[in-house]
């Protein structure tokens, strides 16, 4: 049990037995019980540190006086069996209120915004009908009393005085404080306790002449301090004392209860002294009562005008809250549509946005069953003009094609842009006709040249167009229009697409194949072909190029539908990694025994890699072998693509070729127009395209073939005619000093233990194959 339960039990024990002890003892425990308060506050206070703990000590003091006096009282009592007055113990008993009332006063700590007069109406009330209950039952008989001497009354009265000052401390201190925890609640009882106490003993004076009530009030006096010493002691009191005041405007229920009866109290008590049978003893009799209540109802009516004017603010600050709450709903209802005008509206155009779209797409498919149009337009070499004149130009073009946009629609149709340079129509209620016919005039219109900050621009527009009707969703109508505009970039952009199925369908293979074509990089599923390369003139295998397979599911699928997909989704550069390697461990015996080389194609995804040239270098070391081992083929294209990404090409494959790393250009011829950039390439070999390897001896084809090997042999670079897949051609690419060709003729792609079985068997050469001696 903790520290304060004990001594609430304790306390409480001594009020109980306190009733039945006679004087001397009552006074001893009177005593005791009240050195152990005074001890329990001080030990209270040391314990849980209270915020403000003036009120505590002012509560100890008073306590400490109060003993002082009860212990005089005993000793006067006991030396002299009489306890006269005045005397000490008088003093004592006097210096105990004010330090009990200063405790009380000081509990909470008033607001200073808040007029004094205002907080002590409720006090006032509660002492004014308490004062009319005092001076009937206690003043006035003690007053009118020729029982006691001038000396005696005016101590009795004082006494009553103090006492009602004592109600106006405690009432505040209840009604008033923000905090009501258990320690509030244990001081509040201990007060009206004391002040009963008092009430007991000065009736039972007043109208016996002898205190008869004095056990009564002695059990009263040691239950307050029992109380008062318990409160000390609860770990509450750290945070009860010393408080703001809380500010209560509105009165509690309970509260208005107890002032209608105290309103009554006086006016009551004066009515029955003047219907009382007996003459009433003196004119004041009734008139104190009755001026009490005069009192109480002055201060009711300064109560209620203070709620009046409470009540009066109150509805001025709701009319204004309800002017503000007004202004304010009214400037959020204009920033909603500013808001939802700015989700479904575009910033630099003012058009409607992806958002507007979507609303209006399925309003529109909801609506009716009828066909609506739907284009998806994206503007061809939009990036350049950023690329070249920059953002501001570009916007400002983006802003014209809106304008030019808004000329070829209706007030009915719905334009957005969905974003960079994509822009949308949807057409409600149209004929495929009109769905064409705008879409025609989108074209041309953006077709047209645009002055923009003095320049002189060009672009065109890619349009792809759906007849979408319900139940298709807008998901699934956004998603075929892209499919037709992707459709119409692919067909050579500047041009109109209409959405057809076998679109989806090959959507779904693409999405399909790269799903297993990034499964097939995790778990390298693929073969590494090898197709010869025959010198002409001796038919031995110079050099195997290697060629990629893929067959997912043993299902063969061709380069030309992977490899795009790999480009497409950075597949290409693992994927090509992983060739290298393997191309690299399968050519070392064959080139340990015939020197034959390896081709790897490198795709321009990889040559950006800034690690490319350590993963060549890494694949030739791990297999041991030379750089000479190794041709690297790249496109024309990838070779020319710009000035700077030529530069840096160039310095990659020339960093390669001090390996000894040789470089091929594939399909030369159909890349490229201009051949100026052969003389300062870094390239060896020229691998000639299929397109210009003769066929049915036709002169002008020679004459391109007898072209570019020409062109190879001035610029001291070696040629490699591809496709060659009859012995007429081999004989004409012969004619024509080709030194070196590959193609079916010679060997289709085989697998590595496929290709060493013929090489063995041949020494590599290809049995089978022409040479000049047989020719």
């Not at 920059?390 to 070829?408: K, S, Y």
């Not at 497409?568 to 070392?588: E, K, M, T």
């Not at 950006?608 to 750089?627: C, H, I, K, Q, Y």
Request: charged letters at 20%; aromatic letters at 6%.
């Amino acid at each position: 049990m903790t520290a304060w339960r004990w001594y609430a039990a304790v306390g409480l024990g001594a009020v109980v037995a306190g009733g039945f002890l006679p004087v001397i003892p009552r006074q001893m425990l009177y005593s005791l019980v009240g050195i152990s308060t005074v001890a329990a506050v001080a030990v209270g206070v040391r314990r849980h540190r209270p915020a403000d703990r003036r009120t505590w000590w002012l509560f100890g003091a008073g306590l400490a006086c109060s003993v002082l006096g009860a212990a005089a009282w005993a000793v006067d009592y006991v030396l002299t069996g009489d306890v006269g007055f005045p005397s000490v113990k008088d003093a004592l008993f006097l210096a105990a209120y004010p330090f009990l009332g200063g405790g009380l006063l000081t509990w909470v700590r008033r607001d200073p915004h808040r007029p004094r007069w205002e907080r002590l109406i409720d006090s006032g009330i509660v002492a004014s009908g308490v004062a009319a209950l005092s001076w009937t039952f206690i003043v006035h008989p003690v007053l009118s009393s020729t029982r006691f001497d001038a000396p005696h009354k005016v101590s009795h009265v004082m006494y009553a005085v103090i006492d009602l000052a004592l109600v106006v401390a405690a009432t505040r201190m209840a009604f008033t404080a923000s905090v009501r925890n258990a320690a509030h609640r244990l001081v509040c009882v201990a007060a009206a306790t004391l002040v009963t106490g008092d009430i007991v003993y000065y009736v039972a004076l007043a109208w016996t002449g002898d205190p008869r009530g004095d056990s009564v009030s002695a059990a009263l006096y040691l239950c307050a301090y029992a109380l008062l010493g318990t409160g000390a002691l609860h770990p509450s009191m750290a945070e009860a004392a010393g408080r703001p005041e809380r500010p209560q405007q509105v009165i509690p229920r309970h509260r208005v209860h107890l002032y209608s009866v105290l309103s009554l109290v006086g006016p009551a008590i004066a009515l029955t002294m003047l219907l009382a049978a007996a003459p009433p003893p003196s004119r004041w009799w009734a008139a104190v009562p009755l001026a009490t209540s005069m009192v109480t109802s002055v201060l009711l009516i300064a109560r209620l005008s203070q709620l009046v004017r409470f009540a009066n603010r109150r509805v001025e600050e709701l009319d204004a809250h309800a002017l503000a709450l007004g202004e304010a709903l009214r400037e959020q209802e204009a920033l909603r549509q500013q808001l939802t005008h700015r989700a479904l509206h575009d910033t630099l155009t003012g058009l409607g946005n992806r958002a507007l779209l979507q609303e209006r797409l399925e309003h529109a498919l909801t609506r009716t069953n009828a066909a609506h149009g739907l284009l998806l337009l994206d503007l061809d070499g939009f990036k350049d003009v950023n690329d070249s004149f920059g953002h501001p130009v570009g916007d400002a073009l983006l802003i014209e094609v809106a304008a030019r946009l808004l000329g070829e629609v209706g007030t009915a149709d719905t334009l957005v842009r969905l974003g960079g340079d994509e822009f949308a129509i949807l057409l409600e209620d149209v004929p495929v006709l009109r769905v064409n016919a705008v879409g025609q005039a989108v074209v041309d219109a953006l077709a047209q040249p645009y002055e923009i900050g003095g320049r002189e621009l060009s672009v065109t527009t890619s349009v792809g167009t759906l007849l979408v009707h319900a139940p298709a969703t807008p998901a699934e109508a956004l998603r075929n229009a892209d499919l037709a505009l992707y459709a119409a970039k692919a067909a050579g952009k500047n041009r109109l697409a209409a959405f057809e199925p076998r679109l989806a369908t090959e959507r779904h293979e693409h999405m399909r194949l790269s799903a297993e074509l990034r499964r097939a990089v995790a778990d390298e599923e693929f073969v590494v072909n090898y197709q010869p390369v025959v010198d002409l003139a001796t038919g031995r295998v110079t050099a195997v190029e290697a060629l990629l397979r893929w067959s997912p599911g043993g299902r063969p699928v061709p380069p030309t539908e992977f490899i795009p997909i790999a480009e497409q989704y950075g597949l290409i550069v693992p994927i090509g990694a992983w060739v290298l390697r393997q191309a690299c461990r399968d050519v070392r015996p064959w080139h340990d025994r015939f020197g034959i080389c390896v081709t790897v194609n490198v795709s321009g995804r990889q040559l950006r890699e800034p690690d490319f040239t350590r993963t060549v270098l890494s694949a030739l070391r791990d297999a041991d072998l030379p750089g000479s081992a190794l041709i690297l083929e790249i496109t024309e294209t990838v070779l020319v693509s710009s000035s700077t990404e030529n530069d840096e090409v160039t310095v990659l494959l020339s960093a390669l070729r001090e390996e000894g790393v040789r470089v091929a250009v594939d399909d030369f011829g159909t890349g490229y127009s201009s051949l100026a950039y052969l003389r300062h390439l870094p390239v060896d070999i020229l691998k000639i395209d299929r397109a210009f390897t003769p066929d049915g001896g036709v002169a002008e084809e020679m004459a391109f073939t007898r072209a570019i090997v020409e062109l190879g042999n001035s610029l001291r670079l070696s040629s490699i005619a591809e496709a060659v897949e009859t012995p007429e051609q081999a004989a004409r690419l012969r004619e024509l000093d080709c030194p070196q060709a590959q193609g079916y003729h010679f060997s289709r792609p085989l697998p590595a233990d496929a290709l060493d079985e013929v090489l063995t068997a041949g020494n590599g050469i290809l049995h089978g194959v022409p040479t000049p001696a047989a020719t």
